[in-house]
């Protein structure tokens, strides 16, 4: 009897400790999370006014010692459990992440500041598979990084480019979802690469994904069904957009339900108050370490509410956590060291000194001129010979995209080193010829195209990206043009000049008939988007780079320019690098040995110029096949809609007559 009254308790005993723990009435849980860090380890900008150790003396935003310190504050003024989560992107964007496949700066900090999961973004790639497989085992190996959930990473089956990343998810070092408790609440955990995303991340290929709505819903099952979670959290960097249709983080919660919260990332948004759609809540915390969200909910029988929401914006009224702080300092000299050093630079150097902010727009805009210049400039440095006046590049090309930061004039107006590379800090070395590059940063590529197609190239910025957003604004430098967006699409442009500010600018016969071969320049992704933009423009804007000799290259990695023809194989000419030599060439201007920015681009230069106008001569002056044809078909239409509208006028005429 007394055997039988032991084993009931301890079945019972068993039993209860099996319930859900959410039997009990509403348990309370804060998130904190964060997006799209981008290795911005420091508060910006300039990085030089940055104190964390100090409030109250500086302008800067952000610092992910100040991110440390909000997190800790957030854990002490509460009484229950805090989660730390982050939506990807935490790489590429700094000087720090020159180091991450060696050291894992950005992954080892992530955990130190209390961040518990995270997942990849599309940036996590831009090193390819092997690149982002070398920073994950240096973070294992050192013991300290969040976990990693990654639920829709498909790996080719065909090529083997992508094993090394297939062994790091194999070893469970990055897993499809996870499970932890706090505060008897069990939580699910998943994250997801978006379709957009992955659009933008060329670089992770063979990788492919799942759809990320055919993805949610298996783990969705999976964590409800099988983990039997009370919460279920999606680390989802696909975004939020204005348009609807394209939202995917919004079309995710129509579209799957059983997720409580979604933690966006990618689009850099600013999101003050949780979306609800259904019974999901979705947040985002902007960009850049720049503003950090604190999410208090409760968990119960009628599932999961929000108590309340706020933004912390990462400013200098937080004081930065010392050891932190301390953490990050210790990478800058292996940044100097390993780097800088062969290139003449330091982290902190004083390169140049502006009287005046630098910044991107999606517009012609001061810093882009600058960026565009040094790309013509450089190139023409390694390959432009006076005595073959076809060797000199006249057109430089910069994608919008590709430029991430401005540089601020600050408290001293001296850029430091740190904070120009900030500016154009993305890519790695091309592969080619069975060669491995891993040297960092994108290379510079040169080609011969037709002055029809420097007018194509142009039409980019005036149709293309007016459809489908910011990574298609071009900067350019050796061109200046005037639009007219009332034109028909890809017949915009109706005037080029070629030159620059200082010889001059020459009109450009545009016409097909000009055979003449023009050498442009252009970092690897940006000109590869060129020779692929005929292929979605139903080759209306075909363009065909080519050697000087008029014949159509194949393969654009073979025209990289050459640094050292003396070695074997090509020695990548480096954008990043360029920009520091060109702007190291300003002249000094007050005697105390640092040159400054010119003054010249200290506004817009009129190389983009838009003229919007609906006088018929404007509309159709010298216009393409596409322009005419689309103008026969109106006349045709107009015509069609004349003879129309007469003959109901006749029929009318006659019924009155007949009256």
Sequence with gaps: MKMFRLLTLCVLSVSLTALPALSAGNKTLTIVH????????????????????ITGDDTTMGGWARIATVIKDVKKDRKNPVLVVDAGDFLMGSLFHMISREHAVEMQLLSRMGIEYSTLGNHEFDLKPRGLARILNTAYKSGSMPGIVASNIIFSKESDSDDSLEAVFKKGIVKPYAVTVKNGIKIGFFGLLGKAAHGVAPFSSPVTIEDPVTASGKMVKQLREKEKVDLVICLSHSGLWDDKSKSEDEILAEKVPGIDIIISGHTHTKVPEPIKINNTLIVQAWEYGKHVGVMDIT?????????????????????????????????????????LKNEGLAFNKTIAETGFDLTIREDESNLGNLIADSMKWYANKYVYDKKDPKSEVVFAVESYGSIRDDVLVGKTGKISVCDLFRTFPLGIGMDADGVRDDTMAYPVVTCYIYASEIKKALEIITSIYPLQGSDYFLQISGIKFTYNPKRVLFDRVTEVWIGDEGKGYKPLDYSKSNRELYRIAGNFYSTSFLKVIGSFTWDILKIVPKDRDGKAIKDLLEYRVDMDRNKPGIQEMKEWIGLMEYVKTFRDTDGDGIGEVPGLYRGKLGRIVKHASLNPVSLLSRGTWVTWTAFTVFMVLLALVIFILSRIGRALRKRRAGA
């Design 34 to 53: 964060t997006n799209d860090l981008h290795s911005h380890l420091l508060g910006f900008s300039p990085n030089r006014d940055y104190t964390p150790d």
């Design 299 to 339: 968990v119960g029988e009628k599932g999961t509410e929000l108590a309340d929401y706020r933004i912390v914006e990462i400013n200098d009224s937080i004081k930065g956590d010392r050891a932190v702080t301390s953490f990050i300092n210790s990478y800058i000299s292996i940044i100097d060291r390993t780097v």
